[in-house]
Nanobody, 119 residues
Framework: VQLQASGGGLVQAGESLRLSCAAS????????MGWYRQAPGKQQRELVA????????NYADSVKGRFTISRDNAKNTVYLQMNSLNPEDTAVYYC?????????????WGQGTLVTVSS
């Protein structure tokens, strides 16, 4: 399963961005979709938000109330609406999808999209 992310860019503090990530491939089921990020100088990716197949959402404490994750199952696409951005949100954002393809579990990652928030 391939993931293609888009929507990153350079914004000022307080502004908004919307990230999109579309999954493609043949004969697959997506259970969970999510966004993770890796800040400059940090080695670990951290969870930003996830959403499962029935719409249950999970957010990192640092983004609660500012970010909203959603998905369009017909388009196999997950979105991340990011409002009230601050410089601490600067990172490469990666989308993730987990599910089953031809009876085999998969855990796929997108290529990452850079979000830069200036103060």
């Amino acid at each position: 399963v391939q993931l293609q992310a888009s929507g990153g860019g350079l914004v000022q503090a307080g502004e908004s961005l919307r990230l999109s990530c579309a999954a493609s491939g043949t004969i697959f089921v997506i259970n969970d979709m999510g966004w993770y990020r890796q800040a400059p100088g940090k080695q670990q990716r951290e969870l930003v938000a996830t959403i499962n197949s029935v719409g249950s959402r999970n957010y990192a404490d640092s983004v609660k109330g500012r970010f909203t994750i959603s998905r369009d199952n017909a388009k196999n696409t997950v979105y991340l609406q990011m409002n009230s951005l601050n410089p601490e949100d600067t990172a490469v954002y990666y989308c993730n999808a987990r599910g089953v393809r031809q009876f085999v579990p998969y855990d796929s990652w997108g290529q990452g999209t850079l979000v830069t928030v200036s103060s």
